[in-house]
């Protein structure tokens, strides 16, 4: 039974930790409204993108000379990870459950004979999918200095994953990021950015109009695709950010209130040991009085 | 008064504008263009250049662009940009910034085809420069 003392001490140190949730929980909040409105700033464009980029790629369906990015290299032997995470915990399942969802797929590509290799975003990522697969990392990205997540960084990644592609070291790629549903909901989500793939229903959409190009289609296309690889990034990463904050939000709300009943539940036990020592001692002068 | 038509340029990080609009210059790869109302659909890649955007109301504003593409409709224009800002926001070390990060980038090229792209990308940039701040 600890004394009263220690339940004092123990309360004291709930009521810190409580302060600092709470604190977490509405920085959480102020970054997760700049992170949303981040996210449907980029909406707009990463839209017309796709639609102008769906049109051209059913227009060049059947061509046999459309640029790799779009029709693959034909081979699905080697396949490219990357992995977006967070860069600090605190975040419920945020992390674990992208992670989860990477691992078990390189799992399922290795156990059919492929070759996996995997890029990390994010510290988190990096720290744990190092643990199970040491060698098949290839490189490792971190925005820990950034304060803003901006285009340019998008960019370096894509940079990096386009590198690879034209050197042939690898023949599909999949990004792995949670998808920002609602404050309370964050999907880990997988999706195939090399070769490109869109919706039968969006290229319906976009072919109807006649275009002229200039220059031609298929140099516009090729402009276009490596562009289209670092939206699709971008994209992600915003989700990625404003999916963070959210579950970084939920988890230290969860934190504060279980704080709270922690506090309650010390708080009487304290009481009722303070008011048992009362009547031991009450008890003790009665029977001294009566012994005499 | 010239016939009006809806305008936008975004980029990957904003909406910059979403305008009615009488006249829109483009520095297209090939040229620069003027856009009117009612223009046949045209795609076009764009070279970094200053677009001039001319208001339903008669103001004209210039935003400097970064390379990307337009797609005109006979209904409106919409710019997408990999990276915009106003001509009045733009600096001279922003863009000295960017220079030195192409000059860079061609001392690692590997290809042959690569480095004349960039070096083409980097003759726009210094263009630009002039034009912007004359020195």
């Known amino acids: 039974m600890p004394s009263l003392k220690d339940l004092k001490n123990r309360i004291a140190s709930v009521k810190a930790t409580q302060k600092i949730t709470k604190a977490m929980k509405m920085v959480a909040a102020a970054k997760l409204r700049r992170a949303q409105e981040a996210a449907e700033a980029a909406r707009p464009y990463a839209e017309r993108m796709t639609k102008v980029l769906a049109g051209l790629s059913a227009a060049n369906a059947g061509n046999a000379e459309a640029p790799l990015l779009l029709s693959g290299t034909g081979k699905d032997q080697v396949h490219l990870l990357i992995v977006a995470t967070g860069e600090r915990g605190l975040a419920g399942g945020f992390n674990s459950s992208i992670i989860r969802l990477a691992r078990d797929h390189a799992l399922k590509l290795l156990a059919q004979g492929k070759m996996v290799k995997i890029i990390t975003v994010g510290r988190k990522g990096n720290d744990i999918l190092r643990r199970t697969f040491k060698d098949n990392i290839v490189d490792y990205v971190t925005f820990r200095e950034i304060k803003q997540l901006g285009f340019a960084q998008a960019d370096e990644v894509a940079h990096k994953v386009l590198a690879l592609y034209n050197a042939g070291e690898f023949d599909i790629a999949t990004l792995f990021y949670a998808r920002f549903q609602s404050v309370i909901s964050q999907v880990a989500t997988a999706s195939q950015i090399i070769p490109a793939t869109f919706d039968a229903t969006q290229a319906a959409d976009a072919s109807s109009a006649l275009y002229e190009y200039e220059p031609s289609e298929e140099e516009i296309l090729e402009d276009l695709l490596p562009k289209n690889v670092a939206i699709q990034i971008f994209r992600a990463l915003l989700e990625n950010n404003a999916s963070f904050y959210g579950a970084q939000m939920s988890a230290m709300d969860n934190a504060t209130r279980n704080a709270g009943d922690m506090i309650n539940k010390l708080t009487l036990s304290y009481n009722r040991q303070r008011q048992a020592q009362i009547t031991k001692e009450l008890i003790e002068i009665i029977s001294g009085a009566e012994a005499l | ?135």
């Open chain 2, 1 to 135: 008064m010239a016939e009006a038509f809806n305008f936008e340029l975004v980029s990957p990080e904003r909406l910059l504008v979403s305008e009615k609009v009488t006249e829109v210059v483009i520095p297209a790869t090939l040229g620069e263009m003027t856009v009117l109302a009612n223009h046949a659909p045209t795609m076009t890649t764009i070279k970094p250049g200053v677009v001039s955007v001319k208001l339903a109301s008669g103001q004209v504003n210039k935003y400097v662009v970064f390379g990307g593409f337009a797609d005109i409709l006979p209904t409106g224009c919409t710019l997408l940009a990999e990276s915009a800002v106003p001509v009045s926001e733009l600096t001279h070390a922003t863009l000295q910034k960017r220079i030195d990060t192409i000059q860079a980038e061609i001392n690692h090229a590997q290809t042959d085809e690569h480095k004349t792209k960039l070096e083409q990308f980097l003759a726009e940039l210094t263009h630009l420069n002039g034009v912007v701040n004359p020195a």
